[in-house]
T-cell receptor, first 111, second 116 residues
Framework: SQQGEEDPQALSIQEGENATMNCSYKTSINNLQWYRQNSGRGLVHLILIRSNEREKHSGRLRVTLDTSKKSSSLLITASRAADTASYFCATDGTSGSRLTFGEGTQLTVNP | DAGVIQSPRHEVTEMGQEVTLRCKPISGHDYLFWYRQTMMRGLELLIYFNNNVPIDDSGMPEDRFSAKMPNASFSTLKIQPSEPRDSAVYFC??????????????FGPGTRLTVL
């Protein structure tokens, strides 16, 4: 199976609520990244967390990383309709050259 | 900075025809990646280049697919002959050299290919 698998596959919430997405991976990493993809667009980098970090914040985003469980979570607080998109985690393995993307979580934020 | 530029944005062709997708990476970036995205298989890495040299082409599905990077500012992905199962969105991405462990990639808008 793929390195980097998101859970849930789809999430629907109301504006103002928090959204949490999870990612599991299988091999050692240098870092883990989260990307967003709006419908019909390319992926956009959101945040990167290194393997020696446990938590990182950027605006309304909070990412955690548990290397012992090989898992990460992305929390979007106070969601907005504009947050509606697919969210992907990506891991780089130990070579760092390439990224392997998960299957993504489709987030829908209802106004 | 204009970001990663891809052309065409949409391509509709008939089975058996040759298709060429083009990519201009961000100036100064050393790495260039070609991905394919479908509902069934998600986002797949096809090939990537470092300093214009192909490093890993293990994701290229068949000999019908080929990619080149003649210089630092241009790459092509060619499918010849095309088949309906090649229908997908093809993304190009680029990134800078490995520094401080940051290897985020910058994606182009993609080319939506439909093979009839």
């Amino acid at each position: 199976s793929q390195q980097g698998e998101e859970d849930p596959q789809a999430l629907s919430i109301q504006e103002g609520e928090n959204a949490t997405m999870n990612c599991s991976y299988k091999t050692s990493i240098n870092n883990l990244q989260w990307y967003r993809q709006n419908s019909g667009r390319g992926l956009v980098h959101l945040i990167l967390i290194r393997s020696n970090e446990r938590e990182k914040h950027s605006g309304r985003l909070r990412v955690t990383l548990d290397t012992s469980k090989k898992s990460s979570s992305l929390l979007i607080t106070a969601s907005r309709a504009a947050d509606t998109a697919s969210y992907f985690c990506a891991t780089d393995g130990t070579s760092g050259s390439r990224l392997t993307f998960g299957e993504g979580t489709q987030l829908t934020v209802n106004p | 900075d204009a970001g990663v530029i891809q052309s065409p944005r949409h391509e509709v062709t008939e089975m058996g025809q040759e298709v060429t997708l083009r990519c201009k990476p961000i100036s100064g970036h050393d790495y260039l990646f070609w991905y394919r995205q479908t509902m069934m298989r998600g986002l797949e890495l096809l090939i990537y280049f470092n300093n214009n040299v192909p490093i890993d082409d293990s994701g290229m599905p068949e000999d019908r697919f080929s990619a080149k990077m003649p210089n630092a500012s241009f790459s092509t992905l060619k499918i010849q002959p095309s088949e309906p199962r090649d229908s997908a969105v093809y993304f190009c991405a680029s990134r800078g050299a490995w520094t401080s462990g940051d290897n985020e990639q910058f994606f182009g808008p993609g080319t939506r290919l439909t093979v009839l």
